[in-house]
């Protein structure tokens, strides 16, 4: 499968503790986005890069959240000190700058208990 | 702000009652119309993007249309395997901007 994959597919962490997601695109996008999905609401976005440059980030992404992307291949998420809010689905998508489509990996469930 | 909203939230529809979703948006810049499914507990799967007004694609039971104000997804004669969440997003640099999604439930 030459799909985006993401990994853990689920973690359950306690409040205050430190958790990093891992995001592998597809091969040949330049392009990753990292994006918060709540239940019952749409994907919202966090973060993007082009190759390893981080180019945007949301006024959503506190200073707790960190995102790298070091060699402009696989990325990382990590989130400091975790609150109950940060419970959500984080999503990751791959495109290449020539083509907006984004495509999306099966996402990480975090739940802060 | 940009701004996507989707309608009805819920559509509950009989195996073979063909229907409509609307997806209506106010975003500067827009450069694509993106049409995605989502199963429970998965990644959206893309669908379709529009381009301009007055383009539809077409993909099995599923139709998209796009006006300058909003986009329509018609499903004709569903079957089951149609349920899912219908996301819409509108598109403009870099990021996709989405509206909460319409759940549709099909009955055999």
């Known amino acids: 499968d030459t799909g985006v994959s993401q990994d853990p597919r689920h973690k359950i962490t306690k409040r205050g503790q430190n958790v990093t997601f891992r995001c592998d695109p597809i091969s040949e996008h330049n392009r990753l986005y990292w994006y918060r999905q709540t239940l019952g609401q749409g994907p919202e976005f966090l973060t993007y890069f082009q190759n390893e440059a981080q180019l945007e980030k949301s006024r959503l992404l506190s200073d707790r959240f960190s995102a790298e992307r070091p060699k402009g291949s696989f990325s990382t998420l990590e989130i400091q000190r975790t609150e109950q809010g940060d419970s959500a689905m984080y999503l990751c998508a791959s495109s290449l700058v020539s083509g907006p489509e984004q495509y999306f990996g099966p996402g990480t469930r975090l739940t802060v208990t | 702000e940009d701004q996507v909203t989707q309608s009805p939230e819920a559509l509950r529809l009989q195996e073979g009652e063909s229907s409509s979703l609307n997806c209506s948006y106010t975003v500067s810049g827009l450069r694509g119309l993106f049409w995605y499914r989502q199963d429970p507990g998965k990644g959206p799967e893309f669908l379709f993007t529009l381009y301009s007004a007055g383009e539809e694609k077409e993909k099995e039971r599923l139709k998209a249309t796009l006006t300058k104000k909003e986009s329509f997804l018609h499903i004709t004669a569903p079957k089951p395997e149609d349920s899912a969440t219908y996301l819409c997003?509108?598109?403009?640099?870099?990021?996709?901007?989405f509206g909460a999604g319409t759940t549709v439930t099909v009955r055999a």
């Open positions: 997003a509108a598109y403009n640099d870099y990021k996709l901007s």
